[in-house]
């Protein structure tokens, strides 16, 4: 199989604070992760490409110093929420790649900002 | 550039209707197709999948989707809905050979199903 983990699953966090998301491949190593960021009712916006051992690649309009990512190892990545302020809340979904274009979702972080 | 429409941002059926949740694609290139779903508060769960070969794909729990390229469609059936297959769909696009496998998902379709 291909298990990809998120934790936390749920954060609040008050204005101003960071908080930080990691991702799992647990019984894979994935060269390449990805970060998604879902709005209700939406469909997922991809933020960016994470790879080991790399900077990130940011997509258009989304801020790299305020969405951090380190790809420290071929199993983890991280997203830190720098300064989150309301609007940052949301839900958000990594997804790692096995193996050319297999793409395997974890389940999610849900991030309150209060 | 690679895009995805799906008609019909809700379906309603009742239980064991017929499901169909179309999808649409533009791709200069032979595609990669996928639909996925995702239930409330999950991430996404990848129910099938077209790379190459055969355009009729089976997957899981009774889907199948017909890779229609004169169409460029990739339609999702399932001949009898269950109050199970309740959540939201989407359908998503890679343009491998263009070099991205990185997909493009739809909006979504939220189907209902009835008792």
């Known amino acids: 199989g291909a298990v990809v983990s998120q934790h936390p699953s749920r954060v609040i966090c008050k204005s101003g604070t960071s908080v930080k998301i990691e991702c799992r491949s647990l019984?894979?190593?994935?060269?390449?992760m990805f970060w998604y960021r879902q709005f209700p009712k939406q469909s997922l916006m991809l933020m960016a490409t994470?790879?080991?051992?790399?900077?990130?690649?940011?997509e258009q309009g989304v801020e790299k110093d305020k969405f951090l990512i380190n790809h420290a190892s071929l199993t983890l990545s991280t997203l830190t929420v720098t300064s989150a302020h309301p609007e940052d809340s949301s839900f958000y979904i990594c997804?790692?790649?096995?193996?050319?274009?297999?793409?395997?979702f974890g389940p999610g972080t849900r991030l309150t900002v209060t | 550039a690679q895009s995805v429409t799906q008609l019909g941002s809700h379906v309603s059926v009742s239980e064991g209707a017929l499901v169909l949740l179309r999808c649409n694609y533009s791709?200069?290139?032979?595609?990669?197709l996928f639909w996925y779903v995702q239930y409330p508060n999950q991430g996404l769960q990848l129910l099938l999948k077209?790379?190459?070969?055969?355009?009729l794909v089976k997957g899981i729990n009774g889907f199948e989707a017909e890779f229609k390229k004169s169409e460029t469609s990739f339609h999702l059936t399932k001949p009898s809905a269950h109050m199970s297959d309740a959540a939201e769909y989407f359908c998503?696009?890679?343009?491998?050979?263009?070099?991205?496998?990185?997909?493009?998902f739809g909006r979504g379709t939220s189907l209902i199903v009835h008792p």
């Open positions: 997804s790692a790649q096995k193996q050319g274009y297999e793409q395997y």
């Open positions: 019984d894979f190593q994935a060269t390449t």
């Open positions: 994470s790879n080991e051992g790399s900077k990130a690649t940011y």
């Open positions: 791709s200069s290139v032979p595609p990669y």
């Open positions: 077209y790379t190459t070969g055969a355009t």
């Open positions: 998503a696009v890679s343009d491998p050979f263009g070099g991205s496998y990185i997909p493009t």
